[in-house]
């Protein structure tokens, strides 16, 4: 019998470690008090043995909420040995208290400080990451908290929401924002000033120390929900104020087509990127952060987020800088 149960101690110790565990836990917000739900993941890495690790925080999409899984992204963690979080800020944006607002937002910096706790956490390889709602939120949190990242991934997101209510108002995506924010568009100053309050574009000029990546499917608003004028839009304020060159009317008039081509690419909107798979429509740089426009839809790219992002290290007291 102590030789059957040795023999199986042994096996056990000798299995792999699959670091795919979800842990639900509970985060007080510091804005209202309130209890907030929230899954972390420890790569395999830390459960063998704990150590400073770098954390992806990750968020969810417009409709969704805690459930919601990004298994592509949850690998990606497990791979690179990164702590993986994710919160829910509110859940579906279809309340005041979601879809941007600064309890959201709170709640995702509550989640992080837990974390960072919590965990044996690299603190200068912070990262964030989020398709559609969650890219929408991505930007956002860029743009109001540029402190907290290292860098941050936003594919296929919302930056105006007036623009995107002009687009919905007759389907459920309207009724969504319409409840979140008061009403429609114009509806009164206290309402449009909701709007713009939760719209990243009012706050991406000051997303400059955060090498921030946005990308969108050129079919997206065609055949999905988003246009990627929300995305070359977004870019262009940071280029704005990064003071670089912008993407022209003309440019994003051409790509916003469906089927969108440039007239003239230029050579980086030629590029070859193995990390995304797709032909490269557009691709334009602009202080730490780029916009790319590829083949493809409303949709995120999990080996491309974090090939984005694992080039970035925080050196302390200092700006995020590529890895060298």
């Given at each position: 019998?102590?030789?059957?149960?040795?023999?199986?101690?042994?096996?056990?110790?000798?299995?792999?470690?699959?670091?795919?565990?979800?842990?639900?836990?509970?985060?007080?917000?510091?804005?209202?008090?309130?209890?907030?739900?929230?899954?972390?993941?420890?790569?395999?890495?830390?459960?063998?043995?704990?150590?400073?690790?770098?954390?992806?925080?990750?968020?969810?999409?417009?409709?969704?909420?805690?459930?919601?899984?990004?298994?592509?992204?949850?690998?990606?963690?497990?791979?690179?040995?990164?702590?993986?979080?994710?919160?829910?800020?509110?859940?579906?944006?279809?309340?005041?208290?979601?879809?941007?607002?600064?309890?959201?937002?709170?709640?995702?910096?509550?989640?992080?400080?837990?974390?960072?706790?919590?965990?044996?956490?690299?603190?200068?390889?912070?990262?964030?990451?989020?398709?559609?709602?969650?890219?929408?939120m991505t930007m956002l949190m860029a743009g109001r908290h540029p402190q907290r990242w290292t860098a941050a991934?936003?594919?296929?997101?919302?930056?105006?929401?007036?623009?995107?209510?002009?687009?919905?108002?007759?389907?459920?995506?309207?009724?969504?924002?319409?409840?979140?924010?008061?009403?429609?568009?114009g509806s009164s100053q206290k309402v449009d000033a909701e709007y713009r309050a939760r719209s990243p574009l009012?706050?991406?000029?000051?997303?400059?120390?955060?090498?921030?990546?946005?990308?969108?499917?050129?079919?997206?608003?065609?055949?999905?929900?988003?246009?990627?004028?929300?995305?070359?839009?977004?870019?262009?304020?940071?280029?704005?104020?990064?003071?670089?060159?912008?993407?022209?009317?003309?440019?994003?008039?051409?790509?916003?087509?469906?089927?969108?081509?440039?007239?003239?690419?230029?050579?980086?909107?030629?590029?070859?990127?193995?990390?995304?798979?797709?032909?490269?429509?557009?691709?334009?740089?602009?202080?730490?952060?780029?916009?790319?426009?590829?083949?493809?839809?409303?949709?995120?790219?999990?080996?491309?987020?974090?090939?984005?992002?694992?080039?970035?290290?925080?050196?302390?007291?200092?700006?995020?800088?590529?890895?060298?």
């Amino acid at each position: 019998m102590f030789r059957t149960a040795l023999v199986a101690a042994i096996l056990l110790i000798s299995l792999p470690l699959t670091g795919a565990e979800r842990l639900k836990v509970s985060v007080t917000s510091t804005l209202d008090g309130t209890s907030q739900p929230c899954y972390v993941i420890l790569p395999t890495r830390y459960l063998r043995r704990p150590q400073p690790l770098p954390l992806l925080v990750s968020l969810h999409s417009w409709s969704a909420g805690l459930e919601q899984r990004n298994k592509p992204l949850e690998a990606e963690a497990e791979r690179l040995g990164w702590i993986y979080l994710f919160p829910h800020f509110r859940g579906p944006n279809q309340h005041p208290d979601a879809c941007g607002s600064l309890k959201a937002q709170q709640d995702i910096l509550d989640a992080l400080d837990w974390a960072c706790k919590k965990y044996q956490v690299e603190m200068q390889r912070i990262y964030l990451a989020g398709v559609s709602g969650g890219g929408h939120m991505t930007m956002l949190m860029a743009g109001r908290h540029p402190q907290r990242w290292t860098a941050a991934s936003a594919w296929v997101g919302i930056s105006d929401l007036a623009a995107w209510h002009n687009k919905h108002s007759g389907d459920r995506y309207g009724a969504m924002m319409r409840a979140s924010c008061g009403g429609a568009p114009g509806s009164s100053q206290k309402v449009d000033a909701e709007y713009r309050a939760r719209s990243p574009l009012t706050w991406l000029d000051r997303s400059l120390p955060v090498p921030l990546d946005i990308a969108a499917g050129v079919h997206d608003g065609h055949s999905g929900s988003v246009p990627v004028a929300h995305s070359l839009r977004a870019f262009n304020m940071i280029a704005r104020a990064a003071g670089s060159q912008q993407i022209t009317a003309g440019e994003m008039d051409q790509i916003g087509r469906e089927n969108g081509r440039l007239e003239q690419p230029t050579k980086d909107d030629r590029i070859k990127d193995a990390s995304f798979g797709r032909k490269i429509y557009l691709r334009r740089h602009a202080g730490r952060s780029r916009v790319t426009i590829f083949e493809g839809g409303h949709e995120g790219n999990a080996r491309a987020t974090t090939a984005w992002l694992e080039q970035f290290h925080k050196a302390p007291a200092s700006q995020p800088s590529p890895k060298q």
